[in-house]
Each structure stands twice: as structure tokens, then as C-alpha cells.
């Protein structure tokens, strides 16, 4: 029986979340954080302009990836919530009323981690540390401590994670597993070797893949452009659970902004794929962990 006065229609407005995504792709100079900060505040704006609610830029976008030292890492690096990238992000979240997820790089006490800050209307909502590092962020970042987490926030359940994250399909079902209706990636794609020139970035065939494999949203925002001799492949783009992608993949090498509106709600609300199967319910956890032996917990971060 549903309460007196509550119609079914509006029930279901309230389970169901409409949110317009913008993925950021842009082009951070390395050491250069104020001109970085600036020209994401910038950004943002202009997807808020369009009406986006919730924006997703690349990894370490305030800082550049290619760091020479652990010195320069540490100099550009800084505490979240409390240092001036993340107050700046902060400010602009309140301002226009978004949520935003963004790569940064953090320093807590003396240790450097490759890491991701949800920010809400109301403020900092928490954070993510890269867990699998790639190349050389071996020598800069120590490996992130904090599982996968999933951020309960208004329009929606945010899970995320950076980059390499990606290449483990662990990544994305223990966000599924504990409710996440998306997952938004900050991340700096490099080339793949043996790739052929014409191929789908193997980034977007893995995004793809695990957004269909576990009914969740996926918004992978990478970034542009050489540094020190590095070159990323942007293509940027976001998926559907369905696995389909709903924006993008962007350009491999030009500066833009991704859009696309979904409703959160659809990646529970029609996870059953026939009469029988639903993905995460059919999963045998009577021949593998529930949560793959994660330390983790169900609920909300």
C-alpha cells in the first residue's frame, strides 16, 4: 500500500536522477597549476553554461603528469580538501550548484597519492587514491589506500577511480557491488603498443566492456596533448550501462567538452538484460567471494 496523496508518478520521480554529464578534455601544462586551476574554473563554466550537473576532468589536471622528481611532484602536490585547487573547485560547485570529479595530485604528511576529489554543491563529499600505478608514478605516488568507494550524493551513486584503475575489471564491479550508478574516471590515456592506427583506443573498448558488465554509467574524461615527449590520446567519452557509448569518444588531440544526459536511475532500474538474467544478481558468489576479498563494506562512504 503507498502512502495517501503519493502517486505512483511520483514515486518514481523521486528514484530517478536526470543528470547532464560534461566530460572535460583538455590540455594541462606541467608545473603550471594556477594556469591549469584557471583554465579548468574556465571550463567548468562553460559546461555549466550548457546545463551540466555533473563534470569530470582529466587526471592530475591542476599539476601535469610528467614530473621530473619527486621534488617537483611534492611542490606542486597539496592536502585536500584544504589546499587551493580543491577550494577553488569548491567554490565554483557552490556557486552553480554541481558536482564535479577531478585528478589531483595530494600530499598527506609526506607522502605523495595520485587521486580524485568529488565536490558537491555543499562541499567536499571525499576523495579516491589511484590504486594501480602506471609507469613511472611509481617513483612519485604510493599506491592509493582507500579501496573503491562510492559517494551517495543527490543525483546519484558516485563511484571512482584513475586510469590504470581501469584495466581491472575489479575495479568496476566493486563499485557496482556497492551501488554505484556511475563511474567517472579521470584519467591520462597513453598510446597502447601494437595498436593499429584505425583501431578504437583499447581505453574505450575496456570502458565499454565493463560498463556492460556491470550496468553502470562510465564518463572517462582524458586529457590532450605532449608533455616532456609523452603524448595522450584524449578521447574522451561516456557510456551507458548498456555499454554503448551516449558522447564522444572526443577528438584524440584537440581540447572539448563531452555532454550527455542519462538517468542514474536506469542502471538499476534496467539492469535485468532477460526474464532471468541480471548481471550482478547472476554472479555465483557460492564459487567466488561476494566482494572479491576486497576490505571492504557495503553502504556508502
Known amino acids: 500500500m503507498r502512502p495517501v496523496g503519493v502517486s505512483m508518478s511520483d514515486r518514481k520521480g523521486r528514484d530517478e536522477a536526470v543528470v547532464k554529464i560534461a566530460c572535460i578534455q583538455m590540455a594541462p601544462v606541467v608545473g603550471e597549476k594556477e594556469r591549469n586551476v584557471r583554465r579548468s574554473l574556465e571550463r ?4 555549466v553554461g550548457a546545463g551540466a550537473g555533473l563534470i ?6 591542476n599539476t601535469g603528469y610528467v614530473f621530473e622528481s619527486r621534488e617537483e611532484a611534492f611542490a606542486l602536490a597539496e592536502e585536500i580538501p584544504d589546499g587551493p ?3 577553488a573547485w569548491i567554490e565554483v560547485a557552490r556557486q552553480y550548484g554541481l558536482h564535479l570529479v577531478a585528478g589531483i595530485a595530494e600530499r598527506y604528511g609526506q607522502v605523495l597519492y595520485n587521486a580524485a576529489v568529488v565536490i558537491g554543491p555543499s562541499g567536499f563529499v571525499g576523495k579516491f587514491r589511484k590504486n594501480h600505478l602506471w609507469n613511472e608514478e611509481n617513483l612519485f605516488f604510493e599506491p592509493g589506500n582507500l579501496g ?7 543525483i546519484g551513486r558516485i563511484g ?3 586510469c590504470y584503475d581501469g584495466w581491472f575489471p575489479e575495479s568496476y564491479r566493486l563499485c557496482a557491488l556497492q ?3 556511475i563511474v567517472c574516471i579521470p584519467t591520462n590515456w597513453v598510446p597502447i603498443p601494437g595498436q593499429a592506427k584505425n583501431r578504437e583506443a583499447m581505453a574505450n573498448i575496456l570502458v565499454m566492456a565493463a560498463a556492460h558488465a556491470n550496468s553502470v554509467f562510465v564518463a572517462a574524461a582524458d586529457r590532450v596533448g605532449t608533455e616532456r615527449g609523452q603524448p595522450f590520446i584524449g578521447q574522451s567519452l561516456i557510456v551507458s550501462y548498456t ?3 551516449i558522447a564522444g569518444p572526443a577528438s584524440p588531440d584537440t581540447e572539448e567538452i563531452l555532454y550527455a544526459e542519462a538517468n542514474l536511475a536506469d542502471a538499476r532500474r534496467k539492469r535485468n538484460w532477460t526474464e532471468y538474467n541480471q548481471v550482478l544478481r547472476d554472479r555465483r558468489t557460492d564459487v567466488y567471494d561476494e566482494m572479491l576479498g576486497a576490505k571492504t563494506t557495503r553502504g556508502w562512504y
Not at 44 to 47: D, F, K, L, P
Not at 148 to 154: A, D, G, L, S, Y
Open 44 to 47: 567548468i563554466e562553460e559546461a
Open 56 to 61: 569530470v576532468l582529466p587526471e592530475l589536471c
Open 85 to 87: 585547487t580543491c577550494q
Open 148 to 154: 573503491f568507494p562510492v559517494f551517495k550524493t543527490p
Open 160 to 162: 571512482t577511480f584513475i
Open 179 to 181: 551501488g554505484a550508478d
Open 243 to 245: 555499454g554503448w557509448p
